[in-house]
């Protein structure tokens, strides 16, 4: 491996990002391994958590595992026009980032040298917090949907599209690295898989999990066992968030208000009325609707704008970035209101407005963290019933073709 090499040292820009034909080229060749005629961003979106989906818990099947703070990429193994092992990080906005001179080995099982293509892997990229005070990047692996150029894994259930991964990539990958644990060090980033819970082992990720993970950490997320991999929003994967916690990504619209000019500035030569450029403006949050993305599509202007400290709007002009139209994560503070949480660059497009609704649902049916807590063991009555009544089945399954065969070797027995 190439010693030269380094782990990423910003998550967010973690490569040479694809243009032009390159990246439409790109975007075509992971439609085609889908099977999909759209060319956008694949991955699925989750659907904020609201009360009712206490009764979905009860109901099926879901794991359960920590919400990273870090930033959502699709991990693409292929090869490259020589033949040569190559990946790139694909974010929200469907950008493809090329891991060059970077070190990124996954092997195949039978053969070490050997490395998957056609591969598509769902997850998280995050920087690890190290006792000595580095950070280390890593990347948090939760779903598969497409390996070695079959992507028929989409329709298999999330336990079985897990079970592929860790078989077939996450085993060698580990292998490989327990017999050279001094070539990780020159890895892009580390490989784990995100630890899953079943879905009432809430106390257990309130207690032990969340406290000591190395990464920031925003919640949790709810996958439903049993359902196929779905492109887009997909109502089975519930993200929660403690309802002072939910967050709403707005296009920032900035009206500067215009004044007249002071005595002194008209004696400098200023007649006319002039926007004030340095007062607070006036924030106003817009809702995506839909059409073209990027800024150029359809909005609606939110009830609440965003509200702005006079610190807070120095401390923005001081830092010389364009404000204009960027998308902004708000939060709502104690007197209910719209605050800026973080810029969103990595986002092309503010929250639709079906998401806004679903957030805006959660906050003011908000389910707590003793909610959740306090649903665990309805929750896992249900999923241990479920479990039984699968196991009788089975059982009465059995007996009919143990009763199928023995009907039939009777017959037979008779005739001779």
Same mark, same amino acid.
């Given at each position: ?7 990423l040292?910003?998550?967010a820009?973690?490569?040479?990002r694809a243009e ?14 889908l ?9 699925a ?9 206490l009764d979905e ?20 193994l292929?090869?490259d026009e ?6 790139y990080l ?5 950008d ?7 070190n990124l080995h ?14 598509l ?7 690890d917090?190290?006792?000595n005070?580095?950070?280390e990047?890593?990347?948090l692996v939760?779903?598969?949907?497409a390996?070695d ?5 989409l ?7 897990l ?7 996450m085993?060698p990958?580990?292998?490989? +690295? ?8 020159y890895?892009?980033?580390?490989v784990?898989m995100?630890?899953?819970?079943f879905s ?5 990720m +309130? ?5 000591h ?7 949790l997320?709810?996958?439903c066992r049993?359902?196929p991999?779905?492109f ?5 994967i519930?993200k929660?968030k403690?309802?002072?916690?939910n967050t709403?990504?707005f296009?920032?619209r900035?009206? +500067? ?6 005595e ?9 009325a ?18 073209g993305?990027g ?6 202007? +939110?009830?609440?704008p965003?509200?702005l400290t006079?610190?807070e ?5 001081s ?7 960027r998308v902004?994560?708000?939060c709502?503070?104690e007197d209910k209101r ?14 639709h ?12 049916d908000?389910?707590s ?10 929750i896992?009555d ?13 059982e009465?399954?059995?007996e009919r ?8 070797g ?7």
């Amino acid at each position: 491996m190439d010693q030269s090499a380094h782990p990423l040292r910003d998550i967010a820009k973690p490569g040479i990002r694809a243009e032009g034909d390159l990246l439409r080229a790109l975007r075509a060749e992971v439609a085609n391994l889908l099977g999909r005629s759209s060319h956008g961003f694949p991955g699925a979106q989750p659907v904020s958590f609201a009360r009712r989906h206490l009764d979905e818990l009860r109901r099926e099947d879901y794991y359960v595992c920590e919400k990273s703070d870090g930033i959502r990429y699709l991990l693409y193994l292929t090869a490259d026009e020589q033949g040569g092992e190559c990946a790139y990080l694909v974010d929200r906005k469907n950008d493809y980032w090329w891991l060059h001179q970077r070190n990124l080995h996954f092997p195949l099982s039978h053969d070490q040298a050997a490395f998957h293509t056609g591969t598509l892997i769902d997850g998280e990229l995050v920087m690890d917090r190290l006792p000595n005070g580095d950070k280390e990047p890593k990347f948090l692996v939760f779903d598969l949907l497409a390996l070695d150029g079959k992507a028929d894994l989409l329709s298999k259930p999330l336990d079985k599209r897990l079970g592929y991964f860790k078989e077939h990539v996450m085993k060698p990958y580990r292998n490989l +690295f327990a017999m050279y644990p001094e070539e990780l060090q020159y890895q892009a980033f580390k490989v784990e898989m995100k630890e899953m819970q079943f879905s009432y082992g809430i106390e257990m990720m +309130f207690r032990d999990v969340l406290p000591h993970l190395k990464h920031e950490n925003d919640g949790l997320i709810f996958t439903c066992r049993t359902s196929p991999y779905q492109f887009g929003t997909d109502p089975r994967i519930l993200k929660w968030k403690a309802p002072h916690e939910n967050t709403v990504d707005f296009r920032l619209r900035l009206k +500067f208000p215009r004044v007249e000019p002071s005595e002194a500035e008209r004696a400098d030569g200023q007649a006319e009325a002039f926007v004030d450029y340095d007062s607070v403006p006036e924030a106003r949050l817009l809702v995506y609707t839909g059409g073209g993305g990027g800024g150029h599509g359809n909005y609606d202007e +939110f009830p609440e704008p965003l509200y702005l400290t006079e610190e807070e709007w120095e401390r923005l002009k001081s830092w010389g970035d364009p404000l204009q139209d960027r998308v902004v994560e708000c939060c709502l503070d104690e007197d209910k209101r719209w605050r800026l949480y973080r810029f969103r660059d990595d986002k092309n497009e503010a929250n639709h407005v079906s998401t806004v609704n679903s957030v805006m649902q959660s906050i003011k049916d908000g389910v707590s963290e003793q909610d959740l807590l306090a649903a665990a063991k309805s929750i896992k009555d249900s999923w241990k019933m479920r479990q039984h009544q699968q196991q009788q089945q089975r059982e009465r399954e059995r007996e009919r073709e143990q009763h199928r065969g023995g009907g039939a070797g009777g017959d037979r027995d008779r005739d001779h």
